[in-house]
């Protein structure tokens, strides 16, 4: 199998898996996909006998622990050598991160199917609501009321401090005789 195929075939099989890996390694997912990045130049640069994908991804996972492994001693040994300028970062607490997103998770589960589709439409791709209302081919007032009923019902859900959100303020307005 030519390096190229090799090289698609293990990325399409095993890129997620790899990835999931690099960042239980590094503990962040920039770091790990720079370690995925880092351990695919190094296999796949020369070329070795890799009989199919699956053996692949075992030399890219060997690659990634070594990498890392060599990061770690290295960063050790400098922090050795310059004590006074080099100082360890503290890694914040992102268990409170975790448990708002998961809430927000179940919140917008627990939304309509039309008004989940018209927050992710209106806060996640970030169009206004007049895209919004014609991507969902529905009248603006019909899409600002979805968002305000979806938005009270997630600030129940998840607690009026989890988020800050804009909103649009919805006007009666007189009926004409």
């Given at each position: 199998?030519a390096?190229?195929?090799l090289?698609?075939?293990?990325?399409?099989?095993?890129?997620?898996?790899?990835?999931?890996?690099?960042?239980?390694?590094?503990?962040?997912?920039?770091?790990?996909e720079?370690l995925?990045?880092?351990?695919?130049?190094?296999?796949?640069?020369?070329?070795r006998?890799i009989p199919?994908?699956a053996a692949a991804?075992g030399?890219v996972?060997?690659?990634?622990?070594t990498l890392?492994?060599?990061r770690?001693?290295?960063?050790?040994?400098?922090?050795?050598?310059?004590?006074a300028q080099?100082?360890r970062d503290?890694?914040?607490?992102?268990?409170?991160?975790?448990?708002?997103s998961?809430?927000?998770a179940?919140?917008l589960?627990a939304l309509a199917?039309?008004?989940?589709?018209?927050?992710?439409?209106?806060y996640?791709?970030d169009?206004?609501?007049?895209d919004t209302?014609?991507?969902?081919?529905?009248?603006t007032?019909?899409?600002k009321?979805?968002l305000?009923?979806?938005l009270?019902?997630?600030a129940v859900?998840?607690?009026h401090d989890a988020?800050e959100t804009?909103?649009?303020?919805?006007?009666?307005?007189e009926?004409?005789?």
């Open positions: 199998m390096a190229d195929d090289l698609t075939a293990t990325l399409e099989r095993a890129s997620g898996r790899l990835a999931a890996y690099g960042y239980l390694l590094t503990g962040s997912q920039h770091a790990g720079d995925v990045q880092d351990a695919l130049v190094k296999v796949f640069v020369k070329r006998r199919n994908a991804e030399y996972r060997a690659a990634m622990r890392h492994i060599d770690l001693r290295r960063e050790r040994l400098w922090r050795n050598a310059a004590p080099v100082t503290e890694a914040p607490d992102h268990a409170e991160a975790v448990a708002t998961d809430a927000i179940r919140a589960d199917p039309r008004e989940r589709t018209a927050v992710v439409l209106r996640f791709d169009l206004t609501v007049a209302a014609a991507a969902m081919g529905l009248a007032g019909t899409v009321r979805y305000s009923d979806a009270d019902r997630l859900e998840v607690g988020f804009e909103r649009v303020a919805v006007v009666e307005t009926v004409r005789p």
